[in-house]
Every structure is written in C-alpha cells, then in structure tokens.
C-alpha cells in the first residue's frame, strides 16, 4: 500500500512539473511586441519636371533722350521647369532650368512729359542652382543663376523695338512633398535683365526689373 502512495504522489509531481513547463514554452513562444512604425525619410535626389506659374510686379525707365522717371511693371507668367537635385545627409543640391510666356508690362511718360513710353516682356526664362536644406517632406532653399527675356519697347511717334537680353535672378523658396513623386512650391525670384531694345535711336534704351511671386507643381522621377 505505501509503495501504491508513493507511486501517486509521484505521478503528481510528475504531472505538475510536466504542465509547469509546457506553460512556461507557451509563454516563451509568444511574440514580441511590433516595434513601432516609422515612416520613412523622404529622399530628394533624382529628376523632376513641372509647371508654374504666377505673378511678377517691379520697374522700368527710359534712358536720354527720352529720360522717363521709373515707372511701375506688372503681369502674369506661366510656363514649365526641368530640374535635377543630388541630396547628400540633408543638404541638397540642385539645377534648375525654366521658360514662361508671360505679360509684364508698364508705361510712363518721357520727353519731359510730353509723350508715353511702354515697356513689355513676352518671355522669361532662367538658369539657376539650388541649395536646399531636407526636413524629411519640406525643403526650404535658395536659389540663383542667369535670366533670359526680351524687352520690348515703345513710344509714340517712333518704331518700336525689341531686344534680347540676358541677366540674373535670385531668390528662394520652399518645396514640400504632396502625394507619390508629386512635390508642390512656393518660389520668390527678382530678376534684372538690364538695359536693352532702343526706340530708333542708338542712345535711348529701357531697364528691366522685376518680382516674381509663384507656385509650382513637380513631378519627380
């Protein structure tokens, strides 16, 4: 009989020790909790096209004979961008290129009061580098490089005139992430094309200055 106890009591043991360790296995196997998520950081560097366009305000005047004070310019312009950004840590650096049909114009009075003379602008375009500073979606930069347009000319009485020329721009802006390959912007560009397109004299020419304000939607590849 007391070989029968201690035969049970053992059978017990045995059974407790057995489900102690099975319910420490369970409880080993369980998983790990899931790290939490982190989103991943948006990396600049590649090709880009777009589209922009915006508003431009700024001055103009006429130089001997026709002497005009500085008088005020204003239009819209809309064109399309072709860009390149390298991001290295969170610098980026970038070339951009652009072309706008715009309609920047003005006029004032010259021949000390005695007629009006006008200026416009048909076309702008530049050339210019970035540098960037990547906050994951938002970059915030500077930019500057060469401009390109015409100026035309006009005053009553003489032919009118246009010319070519080439100037600076500088500016900045900030761009941000939207949607996808989609980034959005707000760029801020003055732009000096100088003084060009004389009015049927050789001496007379007219300045080209002005403010770009516009916004901007690229697609990157």
Known sequence: MKKILLAGVAL????AASASAADIQRR???PAKAPPYIAPVYNWTGLYIGISGGGAFGHSDFGPPFSSGSFNTS????????GYNYQMGQVVLGLEGDGSWSNIRGSG???????TCGVKNDW????RARLGIAVDRFMPYVT???AFGDIKTSAAGFADSTTTKTGWTAGGGIEAKIAGPWSAKVEYLYVDL?????IGLPASDASFKTNVVRAGL???F
């Not at 312009?77 to 072709?82: D, E, K, N, S, Y």
């Not at 100088?194 to 004389?198: D, H, K, N, P, Q």
Request: net charge neutral; charged share 5%.
């Open 12 to 15: 017990v043991v045995l059974g």
């Open 75 to 82: 239009g819209g312009l809309v064109g399309g961008t072709l």
């Open 194 to 198: 100088g003084r060009g397109a004389s």
């Open 124 to 127: 702008l375009g530049t050339a």
């Open 218 to 220: 690229n697609y990157h």
């Open 144 to 146: 500057g490089g060469a």
């Open 28 to 30: 080993e196997a369980m």
């Open 109 to 115: 009075t010259c021949l000390a009061g005695t007629i």
